[in-house]
């Protein structure tokens, strides 16, 4: 948790904005694509120009289609299809990884997260989450 802690500081003091989507597997047919095409709107709707998308290796060909699924006209901001690397080589994908843990643990904590140094990490991701969002998370579970 101490490394975890020391991302968050470090992360603070980063010019960067975090975009975070889930969706309720139970409910979305397919929730690996229907989170990637609303993230990838999004994230196209928030930024200036042209935009780089890199993944992990693990969903490599969904978020490819996802990227696809955009209208032609947004998708033509992208500068390539997206880029796939092992996360274990890439220390953005690994605080990726790290991010997207912490919302998870948000919507569902295990045993780790009860007690308060748990809650305490977890209110850090909340803080800087409203920092470097520019708008509230949102849900990209489908209409």
Partial sequence: MRAAHWLLRDLRAENIVLLLASVDKSTSVEPVMDCWTSLCAQALAKAQGQLVVVTDVTDGKKVTAATERLPQSTR???????????????????????????HRQQLSPNRTFEGANGRRLLGEFSHLLQMKQGAEPFDSTPA
């Fill in 76 to 102: 033509s901001r992208l500068v390539e299809r997206p880029f796939h690397q092992d996360s274990r080589e890439s220390v953005i994908l690994q605080t990726v990884d790290l991010l997207v843990y912490l």
